[in-house]
């Protein structure tokens, strides 16, 4: 693959970035920010009586321009280093087109970067956690994200190697199953992280770990969708339709 193709792809990886990232943030407004509202007023309340930190940042204005300036960088960027690993991935991978190539590894992002680490280690909302472990948890949060990257690459490359032995249906079952067993082991040995107070509504902690997931995955889905498409048009263009010719008049 060419530079100018590789330059194409990332500028595509970012817009396609960018619009998931605008959908994204249309998540997180409506369906995280009433979650973060009723968590900070769980954290005032039980706060009464101690003193308050001077607000340099409105909540206003990090529920809005905060958030979106966040979501947005954020989509630019994650869209430009998954177009550079599409780059790497196309045709590695199996004998996809481009746009399906596009939505397999949005998936298997998604669930390696997001999904493994999330399950182990949730996002929590403001009043959960102790601050003098945040060092800890951020530290035990990428080290499972590092795991996951490298089982699904480890999956990825054993299904490979069994695929001429197996058959392609087979050795993805194995390899699946292997990415599974492995991340459940990870599970096992890592330290358990549980700072929910007890007084912490269960209903309020659960919509905001579901409005997290949501995001994510209306993220890496548009992602994938978009950038497939881009992807799809530069690197297998449609032929150009023939004009019809032009009708001959019959003999008289």
């Not at 039980?46 to 990090?62: I, N, Y």
């Not at 249906?169 to 992280?193: E, R």
């Amino acid at each position: 693959m060419n530079s100018a193709i590789v330059r194409n792809l990332l500028v595509r990886g970012m817009l396609a970035g960018l619009a998931a990232g605008v959908l994204a943030l249309v998540v997180a407004y409506f369906l995280g920010e009433p979650s973060v509202d009723t968590a900070i007023g769980f954290e005032e309340s039980h706060a009464a009586g101690h003193e308050h930190e001077v607000e340099l940042v409105s909540r206003s204005l990090q529920s809005t321009a905060g958030l979106a300036t966040g979501v947005l960088i954020y989509g630019v960027a994650f869209g430009g280093i998954a177009a550079l690993a599409y780059c790497f991935a196309l045709g590695r991978v199996g004998r996809f087109t481009p746009r399906a190539t596009a939505l397999l590894l949005s998936g298997c992002a998604l669930i390696a970067v997001y999904v493994v680490p999330f399950l182990k280690y949730p996002a929590n909302p403001p009043a959960v956690g102790d601050g003098d472990t945040i060092g800890k948890r951020t530290t035990l949060y990428f080290l499972m994200m590092v795991l996951g990257v490298l089982l699904a690459v480890a999956a990825t490359l054993l299904g490979k190697r069994l695929a001429p032995r197996l058959g392609t249906w087979y050795a993805t079952v194995v390899a699946v199953a292997a990415f599974v067993l492995a991340t459940g082991l990870a599970y096992a040995f890592l330290p358990v992280v549980n700072e929910v107070p007890a007084d912490f509504p269960a209903a309020v902690l659960w919509r905001f770990r579901l409005s997290a997931l949501a995001m994510q995955v209306t993220l890496w889905g548009a992602f994938g969708l978009v950038f497939g498409e881009l992807a799809q048009r530069l690197l297998s263009p449609e032929p150009a339709k023939a004009a019809p010719a032009p009708a001959v008049a019959a003999p008289n």
